[in-house]
């Protein structure tokens, strides 16, 4: 049965079912959103005369969720104005609206008893044949699908939606043994093609996959630290991105998450769980017990493992819970020496392996929190997945782990970590050792550029289900790699196709990375059809390599900045006019130069999450590696007859010169850096492949090279008056400093074609050189050089 979702009905607007909600307007889909009347009035409508009867008492639980979700930072929504796509409305008054919803997510509270209230009341109205399904975090779904009719248990499953929806890109997929199976596969396929998630598909279990073993490991670690007497800020600094985990670490996300809702899951566990040899460690400590009574709950009561106050002269500054006094005190510094040995070392897998084999509390800690999950995660297989690959996709989407547990084991060696998890007093599953005694030595291969992952009823590697369609960039570098040098590689992505990925810190770009541009298209043009430019990092590119144009300034040798901005507009221009498709992949940070690389581009298949802008502002310099020129292009070619052509210009000087960041690539096309004729991308994990196809369908429409532009119309005087008159109002009100002043008029100058008597048309590098030399004055400023060097001592701009 083919199947379109073109309505989906959220019922309940709490928390998670309003960002749900959200997230469904955000790839196009009308919202039904739904909850319950108010039983009583508010001060403020008795004041109004108004009654319980009032269409706005009716609905003002509803509407006051989703104005609060709507409001909320980081949004979620891509794009405020999507929030008209979602129709409010209550269980008494519009339950009977749910017939025109192709999927109804109930996503009320966790009370079977409640739930079943809601369905009784959902058979009466849903048309037969649509998808029903539940957000639970832990109630049994087959509890749930209890006295339903037929139609409705074979169309019944768990979509547990992992918050916030928008960001946290897991959602379990957990049938009941009623539930047919091409509802699953089109969960499946829909939540990983439309909503962007990486679906997985669990067994109804206590907690499914990700709350299950998650929970496990946070209550893991709390045991482990309290046998090796850490504090909360060592575990903390010991359990985040140094080991591939978020800021977050332990005792942010428990904060962040709700003492309440974990233990709540915690508890579950406990209760549910006898048969599980970890059954114990799921009881509370005794300091969490009294932080539930105390109300410490985290953010949402101001304070948990950490509160937040503000010190005599009224500076924030964050207090750390002691375990011990149950008192809070001043955030202590972290001192450990396996810590110092792991600062150099950029590469995650080498990082976790030179950990692994220090011997001070803090190594002994990470190892024995390792082997505890390690043990875990084995004994759970076929309790909670028949395949091991699904536990580590749970961990990666819904905690954020850049590895899973099966491949932080690979990564140690499975036999020699066997070993050493036996000696330790820490036995894995047998399904382990018999692999071994196979001679199969990893978890996961790497075969012909795709992932294979340790079947255990075969005793064989099996291709990973669905990975046809994403293309990962570190399983061909070993066979791929075209030609590379210390910036960047060129990776065969096959079908003619050519990829450029940057390897630096943050992907940021210097030299090294505009020898690998240009490398690129002389590579493509002689032996491919099209060329990608895209990773797999965190980042697309942070942008230009500020540290090296900061040294050439303080030593004065404006000479080299001006060959280093030549030769980046140069690989712009390269890029832009070759004689193959060029199609860019941002994601993540995708600033300065990696804006401008972008702007370049022939086509841009952008990831939902792209955040993008031209920020150069912020460090007291103008975008000088072709983004003013390419803005200025833009703004040149939008102008119609009929127009105020100054309003064009001045929004995207305005961009420019407020250093606006989209927080979304939806957001990047309304400020004008993504064209309305690009792509969008909502999962990050097809993005590489989306943008190979599309490098190929634009080399067999008939790419033909492009020829450079003459025609760029600019405003000359009448624009420069404009902005400068503008940019002094603002200096006269104290919007601005006297270095932002100077910046905005040479921005101007720059985007207007400099002091031209008439609106003129001039070509490329005409204004390509107007903005090098303004960059390249800039850099020779004193309050320049304080506001670089304070990006890269602190990490936050200056406004001197």
Not at 410 to 417: A, C, N, P, Q, S
Request: glycine share 8%; net charge negative.
């Amino acid at each position: 049965m083919k199947r379109i979702i073109k309505k989906v009905a959220v019922l309940g607007s709490g928390v998670m079912g309003s960002r749900i909600a959200c997230h469904f307007a955000n790839i196009g889909v009308q919202v039904l959103l739904l909850d319950i009347v108010p039983k009583e009035l508010t001060p403020e409508e008795q004041a109004k005369g108004l009654t319980l009867e009032n269409k706005n008492v009716r609905n003002r639980i509803v509407n006051g969720h989703l104005q609060a979700a709507v409001t909320s930072n980081p949004s979620p929504l891509y794009r405020k104005s999507d929030a008209r796509l979602i129709q409010t409305g209550n269980f008494e008054d519009n339950m009977k609206d749910i017939a025109t919803a192709d999927w109804t997510i109930e996503v009320v509270v966790e009370n079977l008893k409640i739930k079943k209230l809601v369905y009784d009341q959902v058979e009466q109205f849903r048309k037969p044949g649509t998808l029903i399904s539940s957000n639970t975090s832990g109630i049994p779904i087959h509890l749930m699908a209890e006295g339903r009719s037929d139609d409705f248990r074979k169309h019944f499953l768990g979509t547990h939606f992992f918050n916030p929806p928008r960001y946290l890109k897991l959602m379990e997929i957990i049938p009941t043994s009623e539930t047919d199976r091409g509802v699953v596969d089109f969960l499946l396929h829909y939540g990983d093609l439309y909503l962007g998630k990486t679906t997985v598909l669990a067994k109804d279990t206590p907690a499914f996959i990700a709350n299950r073993v998650g929970i496990f490991g946070i209550m893991q670690i709390l045991k482990s630290m309290e046998k090796f007497g850490l504090t909360i800020d060592e575990v903390d600094r010991i359990t985040g991105p140094i080991i591939g985990r978020p800021k977050s670490a332990t005792f942010r996300t428990l904060d962040v998450v709700g003492l309440d809702t974990t233990a709540n899951v915690a508890n579950g566990l406990y209760q549910a769980g006898e048969q599980d040899e970890a059954h114990e460690l799921f009881k509370l400590p005794g300091y969490l017990n009294k932080m539930l009574e105390n109300k410490w709950l985290g953010d949402k009561t101001g304070q948990g493992f950490y509160k937040k106050t503000k010190d005599a002269k009224g500076k924030t500054e964050i207090l750390t819970l002691d375990l011990n006094t149950m008192e809070y005190g001043p955030k202590q510094k972290v001192k450990f020496q396996s810590l110092e040995v792991l600062k150099p070392i950029d590469d995650l897998r080498k990082r976790i392996q030179a950990f692994s084999k220090q011997e001070d509390k803090a190594a002994q800690f990470f190892n024995e929190t390792l082997f505890g999950l390690f043990q875990y995660v084995s004994n759970r297989i076929p309790e909670i997945s028949d395949e091991l690959y699904r536990i580590d996709d749970a961990l990666r989407a819904g905690f954020g782990w850049e590895l899973g547990p099966f491949e932080y084991w690979d990564m140690l060696g499975v036999r020699e970590t066997v070993q050493r998890m036996t000696e330790a007093g820490f036995t894995p599953a047998d399904w382990v050792l018999d692999m071994l005694q196979h001679n199969k030595e990893s978890f996961y291969i790497v075969e012909n550029g795709k992932r294979r992952y340790y079947d255990i009823q075969s005793n064989e590697y099996k291709a990973i289900p669905g990975a046809e369609n994403f293309i990962i960039l570190d399983n061909l570098r070993g066979s791929s790699v075209v030609w590379k040098n210390s910036g960047a590689s060129l990776i065969d992505l096959g079908d003619g196709i050519l990829n450029v990925e940057f390897h630096t810190k943050m992907n940021t770009m210097g030299g090294d990375v505009a020898v690998a541009l240009n490398k690129g298209i002389e590579i493509a043009e002689k032996d491919f059809r099209g060329m990608v430019v895209g990773s797999d990092a965190a980042n697309f590119s942070a942008g230009a390599n500020v540290v090296l144009i900061y040294m050439y300034a303080i030593e004065q040798e404006y000479d080299e900045i001006n060959f280093m901005i030549k030769q980046f507009q140069d690989s712009m221009m390269r890029m832009r006019y070759s004689a193959i498709p060029v199609v860019g992949a941002p994601h993540g940070l995708t600033l300065g130069g990696g804006c401008e690389l972008n702007l370049h581009c022939d086509h841009i298949q952008a990831a939902a999450e792209t955040y993008m802008g031209l920020v150069e502002f912020g460090v007291g310099l103008i975008p000088g590696g072709g983004g003013t020129k390419e803005m200025t292009l833009r703004a040149s070619e939008a102008y119609e007859e009929g127009d105020i052509e100054l309003n064009t210009l001045k929004n995207i000087y305005l961009n420019i010169g407020m250093a606006k960041v989209s927080t979304s690539a939806a957001e990047a096309v309304d400020l004008g850096y993504i064209r309305r004729s690009d792509s969008i991308t909502v999962n990050n994990n097809r993005l590489i492949a989306d943008a190979k196809a599309q490098a190929i369908l634009l080399a067999e429409a008939g790419y033909t090279k492009p020829v450079q532009k003459t025609n760029v119309k600019v405003q000359g005087r009448s624009g420069l008056g404009m902005f400068l008159t503008g940019a002094n109002a603002m200096y006269t009100g104290r919007y601005m400093s006297e270095h932002d002043l100077k910046i905005s008029h040479k921005l101007a100058y720059v985007m207007c074609g400099g002091d031209l008597s008439s609106p003129t048309e001039v070509s490329e590098q005409y204004l390509l050189d107007l903005e090098r030399e303004a960059f390249l004055s800039l850099t020779g400023e004193r309050k320049t050089l304080e506001r670089i060097q304070s990006i890269l001592t602190t990490g936050k701009p200056l406004r001197n």
